[in-house]
């Protein structure tokens, strides 16, 4: 490295005395485009600190002239949504189901909370797409354990299925094999009868001694020719629609056991508006009455 300035032969500029490989760095002044901007951006940082919030201090930090909190932005925002919502929510709040329903608009909204209350609360154990899985019922059909009109299907919602809440839905189905109400020769042949009313083919004798036993013992709940009813909330047997399987297996384990599925109740957990919105949504899937 040079020690004293020394003039490069081909510019005529002075250089740094900095050389790397015989490649010598020049001592060109910043270009003034270059130096403006810095300034600016110096005198832009100095309005900045004395207007936003910048310095930590011991107790806190530097407020700024402004004042301007991103916490309190979103709060005010937060409050803004709250407010344009609250219209809404006092609306569904004071109309039937009925009602929401025939509004438009009012629909809309509820449609849309209903929505995001499904994914947070329901999707779980019903799907994403509430299209359920054994044990769970699809919502999008209309097969109804219940019923699908908008009352059973709040009623539903906010008191759950076997749940511990007062007004719960309760409807249990005897466990016909472990409390030895019928032989398991009895049992094979309800389920073969029971399989039959969706026409499945089976032994003509069975399915004849089967069609006794679920006269005697089954017909009181699924009904005289099988279809269900909604009040006891037990499911039609004449569907190929199974929620517990569709194997003869399956449905001896039905007859054997009971199955006894419980739906969480919502009642103290979410507030009516939203079981209302959710009532609106679920009956909107496709199933509903
Ligand atoms: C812990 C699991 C679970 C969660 C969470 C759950 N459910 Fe259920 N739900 C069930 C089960 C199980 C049944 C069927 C009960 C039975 O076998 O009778 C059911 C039944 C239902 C029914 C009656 C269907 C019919 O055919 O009559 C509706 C409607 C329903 N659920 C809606 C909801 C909604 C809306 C939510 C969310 C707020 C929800 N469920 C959350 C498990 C759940
Ligand atoms: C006290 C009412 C009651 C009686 C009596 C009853 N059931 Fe049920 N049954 C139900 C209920 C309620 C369910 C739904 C269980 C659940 O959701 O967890 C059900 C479910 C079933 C299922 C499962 C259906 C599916 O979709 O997977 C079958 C099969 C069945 N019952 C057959 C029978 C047969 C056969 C008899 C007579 C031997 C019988 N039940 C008697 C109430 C009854």
Request: aromatic share 10%.
């Amino acid at each position: 490295m040079a020690e004293k300035t020394e003039i490069d032969d081909v510019t005529g500029v002075e250089t740094t005395g900095h050389e790397w490989d015989g490649i010598k760095e020049l001592n060109n002044p910043l270009p003034r485009w270059w130096l403006w901007t810095f300034y600016v951006c110096v005198i832009w940082s100095v309005l900045y600190w004395i207007v936003y919030p910048a310095w930590p201090t011991m107790t806190g930090y530097t407020k700024g002239i402004w004042g301007y909190s991103q916490r309190q932005a979103v709060k005010a925002d937060l409050a803004a949504g709250k407010a344009a919502q609250a219209k809404f929510l006092t609306a569904i709040e004071a109309s039937e189901l009925d009602d929401i329903r025939g509004n438009p608009e009012l629909m809309r909204f509820a449609l849309a909370g209903g929505r995001t209350a499904f994914a947070d609360n329901c999707a779980p154990c019903h799907g994403r797409g509430a299209e359920g899985t054994r044990g769970y019922p699809n919502l999008n059909d209309d097969d109804w354990l219940w019923g699908g009109s908008l009352s059973a299907i709040y009623e539903t919602i906010r008191y759950g299925i076997r749940t511990t809440h007062d007004d719960t839905r309760l409807s249990d189905m005897p466990k016909f094999g472990a409390d030895e109400i019928l032989e398991p020769g009895q049992i094979k042949d309800a389920a073969n009868f029971v399989l039959s009313l969706s026409g499945r083919p089976g032994d003509a004798a069975s399915i004849a001694r089967g069609k006794a036993v679920y006269a005697d013992h089954c017909s009181t709940c699924h009904g005289e020719d099988g279809s269900g009813i909604a009040a006891l909330g037990a499911p039609n047997l004449k569907d190929a629609l199974w929620l517990f399987g569709s194997r003869q297996e399956d449905v001896e384990t039905s007859i054997r056991t009971g199955r006894g599925g419980v739906m969480p109740h919502w009642d103290g957990r979410l507030d009516d508006t939203l079981i209302k919105q959710l009532t609106l949504f679920v009956h909107s899937l496709g199933g509903g009455q």
